[in-house]
Antibody, heavy 121, light 106 residues
Framework: EVQLVESGGGLVKPGGSLRLSCVGS????????MSWVRQAPGKGLEWVGR??????????DYTAPVKGRFIMSRDDSKNTLYLQMNGLKTEDTAVYYC????????????WGRGTMVTVSS | IQMTQSPYSLSASVGDRVTITCRAS??????LNWYQQKPGKAPKLLIY???SLQSGVPSRFSGSGSGTDFTLTISSLQPEDFATYYC?????????FGQGTKVEIK
């Protein structure tokens, strides 16, 4: 069974940094494209960013509100996806979900349980 | 691309046929996915490419549409179907979601 387990969330002050991790298992992480999707408390879903597999270039794309502040990376030797979040703002407060991002059906096939990030003074 | 769902919420009974619509602000061909989210849980993929049922999803769920107008139908609502449903376009970056439709018990 595919599993994605996020970690690294917590309380951080505005302007601070945080790094989220997501460990995948039971699928070929190396060949997988991955995305982060977030959900502010009581709100809808917002796509944050995507990283392609290394064989497909390993390139990243981000939503405009986080561009220049958030950086996605991956360590395929550890089946781990990262989200480095810098310059955090109160509006970044959300549950952050790690997802697989299939280039074939172009959908978020599998989701982790999420990790909560709270940005507050 | 802006995605607009309707209704915002609905009340229905077990056994009812339920239809949720999603409209894209421009043509997205068939690059439309549907997700189900229950309170406190991660979303789950139901339908991809507008009408393809994800593995393991009950056949009472179906999707249709292309271009700008799409529909998710639950043919006979079951107790476990009470949840919030989101559409999402994968035609172009950035990926965008609809605002969600909450299906509640009547």
């Amino acid at each position: 069974e595919v599993q994605l387990v996020e970690s690294g969330g917590g309380l951080v002050k505005p302007g601070g940094s945080l790094r989220l991790s997501c460990v995948g298992s039971a699928f070929t992480f190396t060949n997988s494209w991955m995305s982060w999707v977030r959900q502010a408390p009581g709100k809808g879903l917002e796509w944050v960013g995507r990283i392609k597999s290394r064989t497909d270039g390993g390139t990243t794309d981000y939503t405009a509100p986080v561009k220049g502040r958030f950086i996605m990376s991956r360590d395929d030797s550890k089946n781990t996806l990262y989200l480095q979040m810098n310059g955090l703002k109160t509006e970044d407060t959300a549950v952050y979900y790690c997802t697989t991002d299939s280039p074939f059906d172009r959908a978020f096939d599998f989701w982790g349980r999420g990790t909560m990030v709270t940005v507050s003074s | 691309i802006q995605m607009t769902q309707s209704p915002y919420s609905l009340s229905a009974s077990v056994g009812d046929r339920v239809t949720i619509t999603c409209r894209a602000s421009q043509n997205i061909n068939s690059y439309l996915n549907w997700y189900q989210q229950k309170p406190g849980k991660a979303p789950k993929l139901l339908i991809y490419a507008a009408s393809s049922l994800q593995s393991g999803v009950p056949s009472r769920f179906s999707g249709s549409g292309s271009g700008t107008d799409f529909t998710l139908t639950i043919s006979s609502l079951q107790p476990e179907d009470f949840a919030t449903y989101y559409c999402q376009q994968s035609y172009i970056m950035p990926r965008t979601f609809g605002q969600g439709t909450k299906v509640e018990i009547k």
